[in-house]
DNA sequence: TACGGTAAGGAAAATCTTTTCCCATTGACC
DNA sequence: GGTCAATGGGAAAAGATTTTCCTTACCGTA
């Protein structure tokens, strides 16, 4: 078939750990010892294989010792976003995370659509996998992406909908809170909210958030919380709508950063001056969102590369015995910037 | 060391091929033929097998077989872009064709960090992935991540310095191409660009198309190119810079989706009216950058998915011993919104 | 001097599947 | 009826490493 490519003229074998045994007079036995830290050896005998080893390039098969063990040290990513907004930080988290346990991360696009996950799936085991992040897109529950699978699964953002799972979260009450605490602090009393459609659980619990911090504050919010879309141009909307009802409005908490943007347009396009008359807050901490804005958006960080982390940790947990099932809630940030 | 999770008490084996065999009453040889379609063997035998595999639900274990293929069917992708606006589309599109040869990737954020870059590298070869894709994150041309390496490497994005090495690239010039064609078509004729840093390929790229590009139509353009930086900030200066200047101009073409949303916001604060007085076009096709643009940017899109899946493609290719060395352009499409 | 203990390292089993012979059986043709 | 060919399937090697015993040699003590 594949007429050898690479290598000059074929004979340059791979280097195994015969060789290395072969080179440093011993037996394969011993080089693996000697490798590997484990039976009793000289130091000497050691060095001199580690040496040996060392002029022959020598790196063990992982196939071989994969073998031997029962496991892969890789663990599967299986991620709902596209690797978008919400998928790219858990995912570099986790990947800090694994390369400390010197296991290594498979990438599967699930692209939302459950056929191509459970083909994903079916990979991964394939492929015997140790462990499985699924991280999600969405803070709504989502139910299990398998049930009794023969290797630990932790779910990263979007939580499984099945308790006895291992879920890691974003703190979206007290995402809430520390938007409030920073609008009081700043001297804002009328406080509004505008933020995503109410089909989204992240939308309610971010206003159920609000409503709570503000009693905790004995504030009255400003109006009802203004459900719509994630879009700037629900936000530049909003911002006008709520205005022409509320001309009293001192502080805006936006349910993500891309409706804070269109609320700051909102709000200066109407001849307000910000942040002077108005303080915004929004969430995600997108910095191409919150950094362009005008003026800079002081927003509240989730924390998602710290999910990704805990995540993984919590996975690592896992795969040797000692699994945490249940709800893990990781706490988010305030980013103060201009507004 | 680890208590054995999972399974109720223990006794429950993997089931493996010798299990298969015993079920069917027939030898693991046979067992190996009948699932790989390979051998000769009477159909009902490879029926009986097959019944035998799914009810006792065997898959083969991947770490035996890559043993003996003396392959991982595996290949790394390693990013430098924190998987970020360009690595994403590039990955996805590697995913598709990666996913169609039986194959899966190892994820790897180098962060631009070269240290980085080489620790995973070395993970990489360690793991014996059959190939390794590399994507970049600007247009210049990056030194090559290795030389001699046992496997063969494909560069997306960023092409390698060495001409010898093969590299997918966007159509930087095509790009510039398009755009004026559209400006043209749209009744434009004097035109101005504006851009990011000089230091970047692709923003002198992008000009020297533009230059070409309005030649070939018989049109000066309008003043120097503006190079600045990637930002709205920049886009919103610029216009400004550029109406005092060249008042009389009716199309930008600007480096990127994220200059152009700030030249249509300068433009518009300083009372023109888009798209009937300017018409702007951007590269990217960054969806929320562009749709949220009023009005939404028409852009060139410069394909990079098709740039992930082509260097997949490519790599699949080399690692079958058809290698294909050399820079592959990829070309772009405009997609045409409202600016 | 002889025996027990220990340290160092070797030999071989184990891991699971694929693949290469090789053998046996059956059918066909002379 | 006998021989040859083809077909179906089995046995065993191969693949590279780890790990579990074993062996050997050396030292100290009785």
Redesign the pocket.
């Known amino acids: 078939m594949t007429d050898e490519p690479g290598s000059p003229a074929g004979t340059a074998?791979?280097?195994?750990?015969?060789?290395?045994?072969a080179r440093a007079?011993?037996?394969?036995?011993?080089?693996?010892?000697?490798?590997?830290g484990?039976?009793?050896?000289?130091?000497?005998?050691?060095a001199?294989v580690r040496a040996a080893a060392d002029e022959l390039g020598?790196?063990?098969?992982?196939?071989?010792?994969n073998?031997?063990?029962?496991r892969t040290f890789t663990v599967g990513v299986i991620t709902t976003d596209s690797y978008g907004r919400f998928g790219i930080p858990v995912m570099r988290g986790a990947e800090d995370s694994l390369a400390a346990g010197e296991m290594i991360a498979f990438l599967c696009d699930g692209r939302d659509d459950p056929l191509r996950e459970q083909h994903h799936l079916g990979k991964l085991l394939e492929r015997r996998v140790d462990g499985i992040i699924v991280a999600g897109r969405r803070t709504d529950p989502r139910r299990p992406i398998g049930a009794d699978l023969p290797v630990p699964v932790v779910y990263a953002f979007a939580p499984s909908s099945d308790p006895a799972d291992c879920s890691v979260v974003s703190d979206e009450r007290g995402a809430a809170r520390l938007a409030v605490e920073h609008l009081v602090k700043t001297g804002r009393r009328r406080i509004a909210h505008i933020t995503g459609p109410q089909s989204h659980a992240s939308a309610n619990e971010r206003a159920a958030g609000l409503a709570e911090a503000l009693a905790a504050h004995d504030l009255e919010p400003v109006g009802e919380p203004y459900f719509g879309g994630w879009t700037e141009a629900w936000g530049r909307f909003a911002a006008a709508q709520l205005l022409r009802t509320h001309e009293d409005v001192d502080g805006v908490f936006c349910g993500n950063d891309v409706i804070a943007r269109g609320v700051t347009d909102g709000l200066r396009e109407a001849g307000i001056s910000l942040p002077t008359q108005v303080g915004v807050v929004g969430v995600d901490n997108w910095g191409l969102v919150a950094e362009a804005a005008r003026p800079p958006l002081t927003t509240v960080d989730l924390g998602l590369e710290e999910i990704g982390r805990r995540s993984a940790e919590l996975l690592l947990e896992a795969i040797n015995g000692h699994a945490q099932p249940g709800i893990h809630v990781v706490p988010g940030h305030l980013v103060v910037r201009e507004s």
Request: proline residues 2%; glycine residues 12%.
């Open positions: 074998r791979r280097v195994g750990i015969v060789d290395v045994a007079g011993v037996s394969v036995g011993t080089v693996s010892k000697a490798l590997n484990s039976g009793r050896l000289r130091d000497e005998t050691r001199r020598f790196t063990p098969l992982s196939a071989a010792r073998l031997l063990a029962g």
